[in-house]
């Protein structure tokens, strides 16, 4: 642990992202170590809330699409082969496949949030070559809850960020999927309000348009009866 503390302190945001990169490629740094460190550091006026959040999920992406790409072009045969160099644990890799496998993309955004599968969940998603955009919004949208409330618990925390290696990792999965929960909540309600607002300019739209041509043609016809009277008039003055 103490080297890691001596990276971030030496190499600051750049430390932060490599070593997240590397966790969530599943070399075996803890990110509980990684990410309530960064808190304290903010809580110590060294690092900056948004840029801290900033490189830690970008690094979250980059790491689990790394993970990904190994799944993709080398399957089970490459994590057999090379595993034993990064510690690969064949026991959470099968958890997280039969996970995928019943659950397809919302596994990715869950696995994200219980440790010990949530860095193992981009393998499987990879082996079966999941659409590799939705594959990033998913890891984006699981590696955010993770981030902000691990570094939020540094910050809180102060000098003794330490104790979130002691807390019980249930107690962990059960706050991030509470706050999770409530982010989706928000975030479904932000959209079907943002659809409702659409669907509605959308009908007021059809409805003005609708207007415009109705006029249009009532114009049309208007002057398609001036030009019969006119048409009238003329053919009753040649006649007489």
């Known amino acids: 642990m103490d080297y890691l503390i001596s990276f971030l302190e030496t190499y600051g945001y750049a430390a932060m992202f490599i070593t997240m990169v590397l966790e969530n490629a599943n070399v075996p740094i803890p990110s509980e170590i990684v990410l309530g460190f960064s808190g304290y550091l903010i809580a110590q006026g060294v690092f900056e809330m948004n840029m801290t959040m900033i490189v830690a999920t970008a690094a979250g992406v980059v790491g689990s699409i790394l993970s990904y790409w190994m799944g993709e072009h080398g399957g089970r045969p490459l994590l057999r082969k090379y595993g034993r160099y990064i510690f690969f644990n064949e026991h959470k890799f099968e958890m997280a496949e039969k996970m995928f496998n019943k659950y397809g993309g919302a596994a990715v955004f869950f696995g994200r949030l219980l440790p010990g599968i949530r860095t193992f969940i981009s393998f499987p998603a990879g082996i079966a070559r999941y659409p590799m955009g939705r594959f990033i919004i998913w890891t984006l949208l699981g590696t955010i809850p993770w981030t902000i409330l691990l570094v939020w618990l540094g910050v809180k925390l102060g000098e003794h960020w330490q104790d979130l290696i002691e807390y019980n990792h249930e107690f962990l999965v059960i706050m991030i999927v509470v706050f999770a929960i409530i982010a989706v909540f928000f975030g479904i309600r932000y959209y079907r309000n943002k659809k409702r607002k659409q669907d509605t300019d959308g009908v007021n739209s059809v409805a ?24 009238a008039v003329q053919d009753n003055t040649t006649q007489r």
Do not use: F, G, P, V
């Not at 003005?208 to 048409?231: G, V």
């Open 208 to 231: 003005h348009d609708s207007k415009i041509e109705t006029k249009e043609e009532a114009d049309l016809t208007d002057e398609a009866t001036t030009e019969m009277k006119d048409n």
